[in-house]
Protein backbone atom coordinates (compact mmCIF):
# COMPACT_ATOMS: atom_id res chain seq x y z
CA UNK A 1 0.00 0.00 0.00
CA UNK A 2 1.56 3.74 -0.99
CA UNK A 3 0.11 5.20 1.99
CA UNK A 4 0.80 8.85 0.43
CA UNK A 5 -1.31 7.69 -2.20
CA UNK A 6 -4.38 6.44 -0.32
CA UNK A 7 -4.18 8.34 2.83
CA UNK A 8 -6.40 10.74 2.63
CA UNK A 9 -9.82 11.77 4.91
CA UNK A 10 -12.76 11.23 3.28
CA UNK A 11 -13.74 14.29 1.22
CA UNK A 12 -16.93 16.57 0.31
CA UNK A 13 -19.38 17.21 2.58
CA UNK A 14 -21.50 14.29 2.77
CA UNK A 15 -22.98 12.37 5.52
CA UNK A 16 -19.96 9.98 5.52
CA UNK A 17 -17.25 13.26 4.72
CA UNK A 18 -14.14 13.97 7.33
CA UNK A 19 -16.19 17.58 7.33
CA UNK A 20 -19.28 16.63 8.47
CA UNK A 21 -17.05 14.04 11.01
CA UNK A 22 -14.18 15.84 12.78
CA UNK A 23 -16.30 17.12 16.02
CA UNK A 24 -13.50 15.04 18.04
CA UNK A 25 -10.18 16.72 16.09
CA UNK A 26 -12.34 20.43 16.47
CA UNK A 27 -12.49 19.85 20.30
CA UNK A 28 -8.52 18.59 20.35
CA UNK A 29 -7.59 21.88 18.56
CA UNK A 30 -9.77 24.14 20.77
CA UNK A 31 -8.65 22.41 23.61
CA UNK A 32 -4.93 23.02 22.80
CA UNK A 33 -5.22 26.61 21.27
CA UNK A 34 -3.82 28.23 24.22
CA UNK A 35 -0.33 26.45 23.45
CA UNK A 36 -0.59 27.38 20.03
CA UNK A 37 -1.66 30.77 20.28
CA UNK A 38 0.77 31.52 22.96
CA UNK A 39 3.55 30.25 20.93
CA UNK A 40 2.66 32.49 18.33
CA UNK A 41 2.24 35.71 19.95
CA UNK A 42 5.67 34.90 21.95
CA UNK A 43 7.06 34.67 17.97
CA UNK A 44 5.53 38.10 17.43
CA UNK A 45 6.58 39.76 20.31
CA UNK A 46 10.17 38.76 19.81
CA UNK A 47 10.35 39.27 15.97
CA UNK A 48 7.61 42.15 14.63
CA UNK A 49 8.00 40.35 11.12
CA UNK A 50 6.46 42.45 8.35
CA UNK A 51 5.04 39.04 6.92
CA UNK A 52 4.33 36.11 9.33
CA UNK A 53 4.36 33.05 6.71
CA UNK A 54 2.25 30.33 8.88
CA UNK A 55 2.20 26.25 7.77
CA UNK A 56 -0.36 24.05 8.97
CA UNK A 57 0.71 20.43 8.36
CA UNK A 58 -1.90 17.78 7.62
CA UNK A 59 -4.50 20.30 7.11
CA UNK A 60 -7.34 17.63 5.93
CA UNK A 61 -10.43 19.46 4.69
CA UNK A 62 -13.44 20.61 6.12
CA UNK A 63 -14.35 23.57 9.24
CA UNK A 64 -10.80 22.66 11.11
CA UNK A 65 -8.52 23.06 8.36
CA UNK A 66 -9.24 26.86 8.38
CA UNK A 67 -10.51 27.24 12.01
CA UNK A 68 -7.11 26.35 12.83
CA UNK A 69 -4.95 29.21 10.75
CA UNK A 70 -7.86 31.58 11.58
CA UNK A 71 -7.42 31.66 15.40
CA UNK A 72 -3.69 31.80 15.02
CA UNK A 73 -3.96 35.02 13.11
CA UNK A 74 -6.79 36.34 15.28
CA UNK A 75 -4.70 36.05 18.18
CA UNK A 76 -1.62 37.87 16.57
CA UNK A 77 -3.90 40.77 15.06
CA UNK A 78 -5.31 41.26 19.07
CA UNK A 79 -1.17 41.46 19.94
CA UNK A 80 -0.22 43.75 17.30
CA UNK A 81 -3.18 45.72 18.09
CA UNK A 82 -2.66 46.31 21.53
CA UNK A 83 0.88 47.55 20.79
CA UNK A 84 -0.39 49.66 17.80
CA UNK A 85 1.77 48.02 15.36
CA UNK A 86 0.94 47.54 11.70
CA UNK A 87 -0.40 44.67 10.65
CA UNK A 88 1.77 42.12 9.43
CA UNK A 89 1.22 40.27 5.57
CA UNK A 90 -0.11 36.79 6.38
CA UNK A 91 0.76 33.81 4.57
CA UNK A 92 -1.17 30.98 5.06
CA UNK A 93 0.52 27.54 3.97
CA UNK A 94 -2.28 24.63 3.67
CA UNK A 95 -0.57 21.04 3.60
CA UNK A 96 -1.65 17.44 3.05
CA UNK A 97 -1.34 14.89 0.75
CA UNK A 98 -2.41 15.20 -3.06
CA UNK A 99 -5.47 13.08 -2.33
CA UNK A 100 -6.76 15.53 0.48
CA UNK A 101 -10.08 17.29 -0.84
CA UNK A 102 -8.00 21.02 -1.25
CA UNK A 103 -11.15 22.48 -3.28
CA UNK A 104 -13.13 22.08 -1.07
CA UNK A 105 -10.90 24.38 1.46
CA UNK A 106 -10.06 26.86 -1.31
CA UNK A 107 -14.42 26.93 -2.14
CA UNK A 108 -14.60 28.12 1.58
CA UNK A 109 -11.50 30.71 1.34
CA UNK A 110 -13.20 33.79 0.31
CA UNK A 111 -15.79 33.57 2.74
CA UNK A 112 -13.07 33.12 5.67
CA UNK A 113 -11.64 36.23 4.46
CA UNK A 114 -14.54 38.41 4.35
CA UNK A 115 -15.76 37.09 8.22
CA UNK A 116 -12.09 38.29 9.31
CA UNK A 117 -12.08 41.69 7.81
CA UNK A 118 -15.01 42.55 9.68
CA UNK A 119 -14.03 40.56 12.74
CA UNK A 120 -10.77 42.65 12.52
CA UNK A 121 -11.45 46.16 10.94
CA UNK A 122 -9.38 48.11 9.21
CA UNK A 123 -5.74 47.74 8.95
CA UNK A 124 -5.43 44.22 8.85
CA UNK A 125 -3.58 41.80 7.01
CA UNK A 126 -3.21 41.28 3.94
CA UNK A 127 -3.57 37.22 4.49
CA UNK A 128 -2.74 34.88 1.58
CA UNK A 129 -3.78 31.58 1.24
CA UNK A 130 -1.22 28.81 -0.70
CA UNK A 131 -2.42 25.05 -0.89
CA UNK A 132 1.12 22.55 -0.80
CA UNK A 133 0.07 18.80 -1.69
CA UNK A 134 2.89 16.50 -0.60
CA UNK A 135 4.25 14.79 2.14
CA UNK A 136 5.63 16.20 4.98
CA UNK A 137 8.12 13.51 5.44
CA UNK A 138 9.98 15.87 2.65
CA UNK A 139 11.24 19.51 1.40
CA UNK A 140 7.90 21.15 1.05
CA UNK A 141 9.01 25.24 1.43
CA UNK A 142 12.01 27.24 0.61
CA UNK A 143 14.77 27.50 3.04
CA UNK A 144 14.02 29.48 5.87
CA UNK A 145 10.69 31.21 4.52
CA UNK A 146 8.21 29.66 7.51
CA UNK A 147 7.78 31.60 10.51
CA UNK A 148 5.20 29.07 12.12
CA UNK A 149 4.51 25.54 11.79
CA UNK A 150 1.21 23.44 13.14
CA UNK A 151 -0.27 20.55 13.12
CA UNK A 152 -2.91 19.17 14.96
CA UNK A 153 -3.69 14.74 14.59
CA UNK A 154 -1.53 14.37 11.54
CA UNK A 155 1.34 13.57 12.94
CA UNK A 156 0.76 10.19 14.10
CA UNK A 157 0.07 8.75 10.42
CA UNK A 158 3.38 7.07 9.32
CA UNK A 159 4.94 7.42 5.96
CA UNK A 160 4.45 3.64 5.16
CA UNK A 161 3.52 0.48 6.45
CA UNK A 162 6.57 -0.28 8.83
CA UNK A 163 8.90 -3.65 7.38
CA UNK A 164 8.44 -6.96 9.45
CA UNK A 165 4.83 -7.09 9.94
CA UNK A 166 4.42 -10.51 8.69
CA UNK A 167 4.28 -12.11 12.38
CA UNK A 168 1.21 -9.73 13.44
CA UNK A 169 -1.37 -12.49 12.39
CA UNK A 170 -4.78 -11.59 13.65
CA UNK A 171 -4.32 -7.64 14.05
CA UNK A 172 -4.23 -4.86 11.81
CA UNK A 173 -2.58 -2.66 14.55
CA UNK A 174 -0.19 -3.07 17.25
CA UNK A 175 -1.77 -4.90 19.88
CA UNK A 176 -1.41 -6.89 22.85
CA UNK A 177 -0.72 -9.74 21.01
CA UNK A 178 1.77 -8.51 18.58
CA UNK A 179 4.94 -10.21 19.26
CA UNK A 180 7.46 -7.55 20.63
CA UNK A 181 9.15 -7.39 16.65
CA UNK A 182 6.54 -6.25 15.40
CA UNK A 183 5.97 -3.10 18.24
CA UNK A 184 10.11 -2.76 17.42
CA UNK A 185 9.21 -2.15 13.46
CA UNK A 186 6.39 0.90 14.32
CA UNK A 187 8.57 2.24 16.95
CA UNK A 188 11.61 2.23 14.35
CA UNK A 189 9.37 3.48 11.47
CA UNK A 190 7.72 6.58 13.94
CA UNK A 191 11.52 7.36 14.68
CA UNK A 192 12.88 7.40 11.00
CA UNK A 193 9.56 9.41 10.20
CA UNK A 194 9.33 12.26 12.63
CA UNK A 195 13.57 12.86 12.45
CA UNK A 196 12.85 13.30 8.78
CA UNK A 197 9.96 15.65 9.29
CA UNK A 198 12.36 17.55 12.04
CA UNK A 199 14.92 17.98 9.85
CA UNK A 200 12.64 18.85 7.14
CA UNK A 201 11.14 21.63 9.34
CA UNK A 202 14.43 23.25 10.65
CA UNK A 203 15.29 23.59 6.87
CA UNK A 204 12.09 25.68 6.34
CA UNK A 205 12.02 27.74 9.51
CA UNK A 206 13.92 30.85 10.42
CA UNK A 207 15.87 31.05 13.03
CA UNK A 208 13.92 31.67 16.43
CA UNK A 209 10.56 30.20 14.32
CA UNK A 210 8.50 28.25 16.45
CA UNK A 211 6.29 24.78 15.87
CA UNK A 212 3.86 23.71 17.86
CA UNK A 213 2.53 20.06 17.01
CA UNK A 214 -0.39 18.18 18.66
CA UNK A 215 -0.25 14.04 18.15
CA UNK A 216 -2.57 11.54 18.74
CA UNK A 217 -0.64 9.44 21.60
CA UNK A 218 0.06 7.65 24.67
CA UNK A 219 0.83 8.40 28.67
CA UNK A 220 2.22 5.02 28.84
CA UNK A 221 5.45 3.82 27.96
CA UNK A 222 4.30 0.22 26.44
CA UNK A 223 3.09 1.02 22.27
CA UNK A 224 0.75 -1.55 22.69
CA UNK A 225 -1.49 -0.20 25.46
CA UNK A 226 -4.80 -0.52 25.45
CA UNK A 227 -4.92 4.03 25.71
CA UNK A 228 -3.93 3.65 21.97
CA UNK A 229 -4.53 0.58 20.37
CA UNK A 230 -7.98 -0.36 21.45
CA UNK A 231 -9.78 1.88 18.80
CA UNK A 232 -7.92 -0.29 15.99
CA UNK A 233 -8.26 -3.67 18.30
CA UNK A 234 -12.26 -3.15 18.07
CA UNK A 235 -12.26 -2.57 14.07
CA UNK A 236 -9.90 -5.81 14.24
CA UNK A 237 -13.12 -7.61 15.89
CA UNK A 238 -15.31 -6.73 13.05
CA UNK A 239 -12.90 -7.79 10.60
CA UNK A 240 -12.16 -10.79 12.51
CA UNK A 241 -16.07 -11.56 12.32
CA UNK A 242 -16.05 -11.45 8.76
CA UNK A 243 -13.30 -13.58 8.19
CA UNK A 244 -14.75 -16.03 9.92
CA UNK A 245 -17.87 -15.59 8.27
CA UNK A 246 -16.10 -15.98 4.78
CA UNK A 247 -16.87 -11.92 3.50
CA UNK A 248 -13.07 -11.52 3.90
CA UNK A 249 -10.54 -13.71 3.04
CA UNK A 250 -8.19 -14.46 6.01
CA UNK A 251 -4.78 -14.19 3.31
CA UNK A 252 -6.52 -10.70 2.83
CA UNK A 253 -6.60 -9.64 6.28
CA UNK A 254 -3.87 -10.74 7.44
CA UNK A 255 -1.62 -8.49 5.14
CA UNK A 256 -3.96 -5.08 6.35
CA UNK A 257 -1.62 -2.99 8.87
CA UNK A 258 -2.32 0.38 10.13
CA UNK A 259 0.40 2.76 8.86
CA UNK A 260 0.22 5.01 12.29
CA UNK A 261 2.22 5.42 15.10
CA UNK A 262 0.82 6.78 18.97
CA UNK A 263 4.08 8.09 20.63
CA UNK A 264 4.66 9.05 24.53
CA UNK A 265 5.34 12.01 25.63
CA UNK A 266 9.07 10.94 26.24
CA UNK A 267 9.57 9.31 23.10
CA UNK A 268 8.81 12.11 21.56
CA UNK A 269 11.17 14.53 23.37
CA UNK A 270 13.45 11.61 22.36
CA UNK A 271 13.32 12.53 18.98
CA UNK A 272 13.61 16.18 19.23
CA UNK A 273 16.66 15.93 21.32
CA UNK A 274 18.60 13.56 19.07
CA UNK A 275 17.59 15.84 15.82
CA UNK A 276 19.14 18.81 18.08
CA UNK A 277 17.94 21.49 15.90
CA UNK A 278 14.86 22.71 18.41
CA UNK A 279 14.59 23.43 21.73
CA UNK A 280 11.35 22.19 23.45
CA UNK A 281 9.27 24.94 25.52
CA UNK A 282 6.03 22.95 26.27
CA UNK A 283 4.92 19.44 26.08
CA UNK A 284 1.70 18.60 27.12
CA UNK A 285 -0.56 15.34 27.67
CA UNK A 286 -4.33 16.08 27.43
CA UNK A 287 -7.52 13.78 26.80
CA UNK A 288 -10.55 14.03 24.95
CA UNK A 289 -13.56 11.42 24.84
CA UNK A 290 -13.97 9.11 22.20
CA UNK A 291 -17.21 10.28 21.36
CA UNK A 292 -17.71 14.05 20.69
CA UNK A 293 -20.50 14.62 21.61
CA UNK A 294 -20.37 12.40 25.05
CA UNK A 295 -20.46 15.99 27.47
CA UNK A 296 -23.44 17.72 25.47
CA UNK A 297 -26.15 18.17 27.76
CA UNK A 298 -28.61 18.74 25.78
CA UNK A 299 -28.56 15.97 22.75
CA UNK A 300 -30.44 15.37 20.10
CA UNK A 301 -31.88 11.94 19.50
CA UNK A 302 -29.32 11.42 16.56
CA UNK A 303 -26.44 12.00 18.81
CA UNK A 304 -27.35 9.59 21.61
CA UNK A 305 -25.68 6.85 20.38
CA UNK A 306 -21.77 6.75 20.78
CA UNK A 307 -20.61 4.04 19.24
CA UNK A 308 -22.46 5.40 15.92
CA UNK A 309 -20.61 8.97 16.08
CA UNK A 310 -17.23 7.05 17.18
CA UNK A 311 -17.90 4.75 13.98
CA UNK A 312 -18.88 7.65 11.56
CA UNK A 313 -15.70 9.65 12.62
CA UNK A 314 -13.18 6.33 11.77
CA UNK A 315 -15.13 5.34 8.73
CA UNK A 316 -14.73 9.34 7.69
CA UNK A 317 -10.54 8.87 8.21
CA UNK A 318 -10.21 5.39 7.56
CA UNK A 319 -12.51 4.43 4.78
CA UNK A 320 -9.79 5.14 2.04
CA UNK A 321 -7.33 2.64 3.53
CA UNK A 322 -9.71 -0.39 4.00
CA UNK A 323 -11.29 0.65 0.36
CA UNK A 324 -8.00 -0.06 -1.35
CA UNK A 325 -7.31 -2.89 0.06
CA UNK A 326 -10.27 -4.29 0.85
CA UNK A 327 -12.32 -2.46 -1.89
CA UNK A 328 -15.95 -1.21 -1.80
CA UNK A 329 -18.25 -3.56 -1.10
CA UNK A 330 -17.70 -4.90 2.48
CA UNK A 331 -17.29 -1.07 4.03
CA UNK A 332 -20.96 -0.52 5.00
CA UNK A 333 -20.95 -3.91 6.75
CA UNK A 334 -17.39 -3.06 8.35
CA UNK A 335 -18.83 -0.28 9.70
CA UNK A 336 -22.11 -1.11 10.74
CA UNK A 337 -20.22 -3.87 13.00
CA UNK A 338 -17.83 -1.83 14.37
CA UNK A 339 -20.47 1.01 15.57
CA UNK A 340 -22.66 -1.74 17.59
CA UNK A 341 -19.15 -3.19 18.97
CA UNK A 342 -17.80 0.15 19.65
CA UNK A 343 -21.01 1.57 21.62
CA UNK A 344 -21.11 -2.12 23.56
CA UNK A 345 -17.53 -1.04 24.71
CA UNK A 346 -18.37 2.37 25.53
CA UNK A 347 -21.34 1.29 27.76
CA UNK A 348 -18.97 -0.60 29.92
CA UNK A 349 -15.75 1.48 30.08
CA UNK A 350 -14.53 5.24 29.88
CA UNK A 351 -12.91 5.60 26.36
CA UNK A 352 -10.66 8.64 25.58
CA UNK A 353 -7.86 9.64 23.08
CA UNK A 354 -4.54 10.99 24.61
CA UNK A 355 -2.98 13.84 22.66
CA UNK A 356 0.46 15.02 22.93
CA UNK A 357 1.33 18.64 22.47
CA UNK A 358 4.70 19.75 21.75
CA UNK A 359 5.77 23.47 21.56
CA UNK A 360 9.17 24.09 20.29
CA UNK A 361 11.63 26.64 19.06
CA UNK A 362 14.13 26.81 15.95
CA UNK A 363 17.28 27.08 17.40
CA UNK A 364 19.74 29.94 15.77
Request: charged share 25%.
Amino acid sequence: MEVCQVLHMNGGRGEKSYAQNSLVQRKVISMTKPIAEEAITNLYRNTFPASLAIADLGCSSGPNTLFAVSELVKAVDEVRRKLGHQSPEYQVLLNDLPGNDFNAIFKSIAGLQEDMRKQMGDGFGPCFFTGVPGSFYGRLFQRKSLNFVYSSYSLMWLSRVPEGLEDNKGNIYMAGTSPPSVLKAYYRQFQTDFSLFLKCRSEELVAGGRMVLTILGRKSEDPASKECCYIWELLTVALNEMVVEGIIEEEKFDSFNIPQYTPSPLEVESEVEKEGSFTIDLLDVSQVNWDAYDEEVHQSEAFKDGGYNVAKCMRAVAEPLLVSHFGEAIIDEVFSRYGEIVANRMSEEKTEFVNVTVSMTRKG
